[in-house]
């Protein structure tokens, strides 16, 4: 029972970048990445919230009237605008296809992917209520 408790703790305390999904899921999310053409780049996300990410985002470039120039801006909006209705406020998303950036994000709120030459960057930051201090 102490040894469960006490790998729960050492997982909590990872760093982001040392959680690792299980095998059979990283084939899957690689299943879908080829399938849908896109290359995910970097990710703190859970592998479902990544599917939704990757297909959501593929679905907008391919209904975008002009498919070959789809327009970054219409882009980022919609999926930021998916990520808050279904996940919960303080999305961000940046498309483009040349960007530099450098975010702090929630654990478990981070993916970067491009999809043809349009990179995306998806990430969720905590939304805290700020309150004046009374005189």
């Not at 299943?31 to 896109?38: P, Q, T, Y």
């Not at 970067?112 to 700020?130: A, H, P, Q, R």
Request: glycine residues 4%; charged residues 25%.
């Amino acid at each position: 029972m102490e040894k469960t408790e006490e790998m729960k703790e050492k997982q909590v305390a990872q760093k982001p970048s040392q959680r690792r999904i299980a095998p059979n899921l990283e084939v899957k999310l690689a299943a879908i990445s080829i399938s849908l053409n896109v290359r995910l780049r970097s990710s703190d996300m859970p592998p479902a919230m990544q599917d939704h990410a990757l297909r959501y985002s593929r679905s907008l470039v391919d209904a975008s009237p002009d498919a070959t120039r789809p327009n970054p801006s219409h882009i980022a909006r919609a999926l930021k605008k998916e990520f808050d209705s279904v996940y919960g406020p303080a999305w961000h998303c940046v498309a483009g296809t040349s960007f530099g950036s450098f975010v702090t994000h929630s654990p478990g709120g981070f993916v970067y992917f491009s999809i043809d030459s349009l990179s995306i960057l998806l990430f969720k930051t905590e939304v805290k209520l700020v309150t004046e201090p009374r005189a």
